[in-house]
């Protein structure tokens, strides 16, 4: 069975050989739940990403760092006394394609909790995928992490073709949990694969997200431009296409006040050389739009490209293609927004809404979706609590001492 | 064809048509250029729904060229669009559609797949006389024989209308039909003749094809019309200049036009002149827009090319944003003698990576 390992890089034993189910990862015994070295390892990590030239370059990567830090870590763990909570074994973790660092974050969770893991990373992803492969392999190289190199894998291969089905039969077979990013389909079928009775299975499909920002922001220019700064926060990452990034704007206030609003987008320098192409998918996706379901208007400011709709419906996701596309509906309150709020939906950010109006507008029965209420520009801040999970939970073994 | 807005049109196309093809320098040929350009606008409004959402807010007429609403281009992949009735399309273009990508789909009536013939054969006299010349075709005669009209099949028909007598020069494996090449040379060698082929075609399986043959032929008299665009020879590294040089030792051919044009705009072509550059015909016209704004850009800076053609009436296409990158050298004052704006394209859009949720993994 032909696969790759990505890392940590082979040295003595020549591991491309043996097959992917025989290797020492599935030997070793989990570490400890919450341990110090195991934050000491992720921090290193964090450290080696900040240190390196072209890593600093990604915000993704940055990102990344900066929630690796220990001083973050920390927080998560402090709560948890030892004994009650036992790793799992070795977790499996299939990870997508659209969001080159997004696995890294669940896979360190998984890692905090002490398991072991198989990563099979996709085939595709770019600069930023190559670049992690690279720290990881640099830090796991290091003695002191010895004891993580030999229970982390990173492996790719060929998942469509006859012999790449073979291999995740064979990683499902063993596995502990399974960790499934990527579309509805694919983690269907994934699922669809036999596993052991108790193995879990912590699935991140197919969900979208959206603002809410209310016209009240307009108030202060301040305020204005510091959400505008915010909303492109949230757009830039990924090419916009994580789960968490958000597609849609509702704006509480009329068309004219969103306008106003947009226009804040056009005075922004460039950080970085913007996309050559970015411009020219956004009309194709606007123009899309406008043939398919009427829109009523195209804002295109600086690298947004805001496309008015008179209601926006989930159909219309399809014809998203991310660079920084947002559809963009006018709304007189919160409620209005109750009807396209379906189980897909899972980040709302919000900014220039009272907090304990939208509190109320959420413990509605009518409202099914929403994991996550976060302020505008913390929609792809990860937590540990993610997708309606509690990461560690299902991570770990609670262990019962009376 | 009874719609007043198509009768309209009709009536300024045809007055259009009056002139001379590369002969309206600037300004005349925006008042000849921009009564076409109205009136199609008002047609399509009233003829396509779809049109009329992507305009939706636009006034109903225009002063200049750079105003008038565009589409990109890549909406034709997506959708049928199309200003006539169902019972009058008439023929059905689709592009090549390289690989896996769909093919873009351009619906024809009767009327404007005449006015393509008719802009076709205008724009081409100017380069190769009145004179039907004896024509050798760059490609295997099974292209034509295939029922749905692929734009390369299209290509070769437009280009007919040229020649008399059209040999091809090629089998149906792509390769060299030395007997039909020769008893082609053997019976036109004394008077002027016309080759055509898509520029890939007939770098890779002719020039390229005769070189690893060790053969050359001495097609003194003939004029070499080619198109299809660059991209594969880019990747070879063959630039036009390169591409020139091998044709004139290998086929001892000297004048050699490339054109461009889309297959969503047929019949008006942008053909490369004797010192080397594109010209804009009077059915046509060439922007540049910048491809991070959409704003017009100034002569000599590169950008977006947007493409005008008079021609298209059946399908709301007269108006389009390529993904192709080019740049404006000059209007009016081009050595060749053409009016017009004259320009080189420069290459494609990156093909940019769609990766979203939903096309992630794949089955397990």
Redesign the interface.
């Known amino acids: 069975m032909k696969y790759t390992l990505l890392a940590p890089r082979p040295k003595e034993q020549c591991a491309e050989l043996r097959p992917v189910y025989e290797l020492p990862v599935w030997y070793q015994l989990p570490l400890s739940y919450h341990c110090d070295s195991t934050i000491e390892f992720l921090n290193h990590i964090s450290r080696t990403i900040m240190q390196d030239k072209e890593c600093r370059g990604h915000s993704e990567l940055v990102a990344l760092a900066f929630w690796l830090r220990a001083s973050n870590l920390v927080e998560f763990v402090k709560d948890s006394p030892p004994g009650h909570y036992k790793a799992l074994g070795t977790v499996v973790h299939?990870t997508?394609?659209?969001v080159d660092t997004m696995f890294v974050y669940s896979w360190a969770c998984s890692v905090l909790a002490g398991n072991n893991n198989v990563v099979r990373v996709?085939e595709?992803g770019g600069l930023v995928k190559e670049h992690l492969i690279r720290i990881l392999n640099q830090v796991f190289a290091l003695p002191q992490f010895y004891e993580f190199a030999i229970r982390n894998l990173f492996v790719t291969y060929e998942?469509?073709a006859s012999q790449g089905?073979s291999i995740?039969?064979a990683l499902?077979k063993q596995a502990d949990a399974r960790i499934?990013?990527?579309?509805?389909?694919?983690?269907s079928?994934?699922r669809?694969?036999p596993c052991p009775p108790r193995c879990r299975d912590i699935s991140f499909?197919?969900?979208y997200s959206f603002s809410v920002i209310g016209s009240e922001v307009m108030v202060d220019m301040e305020i204005a431009e510091g959400a505008m700064t915010n909303l492109m926060k949230e757009l830039t990452p990924y090419?916009q296409?994580a789960?968490s990034s958000p597609k849609v704007l509702f704006w509480i206030g009329d068309s004219r006040s969103l306008e106003k609003f947009l226009s804040l987008a056009g005075e922004r320098h460039f950080e970085v050389l913007?996309?050559?192409?970015?411009?020219?998918?956004q009309?194709?996706t606007a123009?899309?739009l406008?043939?398919e379901y009427?829109?009523?208007?195209v804002h295109?400011v600086g690298e947004l490209c805001a496309i008015e709709m008179t209601k926006v419906n989930d159909k219309m996701l399809s014809l998203h293609?991310?660079n920084q596309v947002l559809f963009c509906q006018c709304v007189a309150s919160l409620d209005e927004i109750a009807p396209f709020i379906s189980p897909k939906v899972q980040t709302l950010s919000f900014a220039g809404i009272a907090k304990p109006a939208l509190v109320k507008f959420m413990a509605k029965p009518s409202i099914t979706g929403v994991d996550r209420a976060v302020p505008l520009g913390e929609a792809l801040s990860f937590s540990p609590v993610w997708d309606g999970y509690e990461l560690f939970s299902q991570l770990s073994r609670r262990v019962v001492i009376r | 064809m009874t719609n007043p807005t198509n009768l309209t049109y009709c009536a300024e196309f045809d007055s259009l048509f009056q002139h001379q093809v590369f002969g309206l320098p600037a300004l005349e040929k925006r008042a000849a250029l921009m009564p076409v350009f109205n009136a199609l606008h008002q047609h399509h409004l009233a003829c396509s729904q779809t049109y009329a959402r992507l305009t939706h807010g636009q006034p109903l007429s225009f002063r200049t060229p750079d105003e008038l609403p565009y589409l990109a281009v890549r909406l034709f992949k997506h959708y049928s669009l199309s200003s006539v009735p169902d019972n009058e399309v008439f023929r059905v273009l689709q592009s090549s559609g390289t690989t896996s990508q769909s093919p873009a789909k351009v619906l024809l009536d009767k009327a404007t797949s005449a006015r393509q013939s008719k802009a076709l054969v205008k724009i081409m006299q100017n380069f190769l006389g009145k004179q039907r010349l004896p024509m050798l075709i760059i490609d295997s005669p099974s292209v034509v024989k295939n029922k749905a009209l692929s734009a390369r099949a299209a290509g070769i028909q437009g280009m007919a209308f040229f020649g008399r007598q059209p040999v091809y020069a090629l089998n149906e494996d792509m390769s060299l039909n030395s007997v039909a090449i020769e008893a082609f040379q053997r019976q036109y060698h004394a008077g002027p003749v016309l080759v055509f082929g898509f520029t890939f075609m007939v770098w890779e399986y002719f020039v390229r094809a005769l070189q690893i043959a060790k053969q050359r032929l001495s097609m003194t008299n003939a004029t070499l019309i080619h198109s299809g665009g660059w991209k594969t020879l880019v990747d070879k590294q063959v630039d036009n200049p390169s591409f020139k040089q091998k044709v004139s030792e290998v086929l001892g051919i000297e004048r050699v036009h490339n054109f461009y044009g889309m297959a969503e705009q047929v019949g008006t072509v942008f053909v490369e002149c004797e010192h080397g550059f594109l010209h804009a015909p009077s059915l046509a016209e060439i922007l540049i827009r910048c491809p991070y704004t959409l704003k017009l850009q100034k002569m000599g800076q590169s950008g977006l090319v947007q493409v005008l053609s008079s021609i298209p009436s059946s399908y709301p296409g007269y108006s389009l944003l390529t993904e192709d990158l080019g740049r404006i050298l000059g209007e009016d004052d081009c050595l060749c003698g053409r009016k017009g704006k004259y320009f080189e394209i420069l290459g494609r859009l990156p093909k940019t990576e769609l990766r979203g949720c939903s096309d992630t993994m794949g089955a397990g």
């Open positions: 299939f997508p394609s659209n996709s595709r998942y469509q089905k995740t039969h499902c499934l990013w990527g579309g509805d389909n694919s983690v079928t994934i669809a694969i499909a197919d969900r090419n296409q789960c913007p996309s050559l192409t970015r411009r020219n998918e009309l194709v123009q899309s406008q043939i009427a829109a009523s208007r295109m293609s991310g």
